[in-house]
């Protein structure tokens, strides 16, 4: 198991920045990927960005503007917010991907952090 625990969240001006924080109390090395998803009142979670050995991934709303990026040293992921947009407001939850033992793909989650933006 792993806690996951985020931070960074706030509120800032539309056009403005924020860093948010994931800290895994395991190595996250040993995760297949490590994410960030995002969920706003009445409506689904969806995948901001996904980082794994060799790839990233950002869904199309955030590309250009947002970075995903990974401490393995330090078991942090961040998640770089730039160019912010009212639309960019919601909770983000950090999330951790993994296989178990009998091959079935298992997910961890943390608390969330609450993102605002204003327009």
């Known amino acids: 198991q792993v806690q996951l625990v985020e931070s960074g969240g706030g509120l800032v001006q539309a056009g403005g920045s924020l860093r948010l924080s994931c800290a895994a109390s395991?190595?996250?090395?040993?995760?297949?990927?490590m994410g960030w998803y995002r969920q706003s009142p009445g409506n689904q979670r969806e995948l901001v960005a996904r980082?794994?050995?060799?790839?990233?991934n950002y869904a199309d709303s955030v590309k250009g503007r947002f970075t995903i990026s990974r401490d393995n040293a330090k078991n942090l992921v961040y998640l770089q917010m730039n160019s912010l947009k009212p639309e960019d407001t919601a909770v983000y939850f950090c999330?951790?991907?993994?296989?178990?033992?009998?091959?079935?793909?298992?997910?961890?989650w943390g608390q969330g952090t609450q993102v605002t933006v204003s327009s």
């Open positions: 395991r190595s996250i090395i040993n995760f297949e990927s």
């Open positions: 999330n951790a991907g993994a296989t178990d033992v009998t091959g079935l793909p298992r997910d961890f």
């Open positions: 980082i794994t050995s060799g790839s990233t």
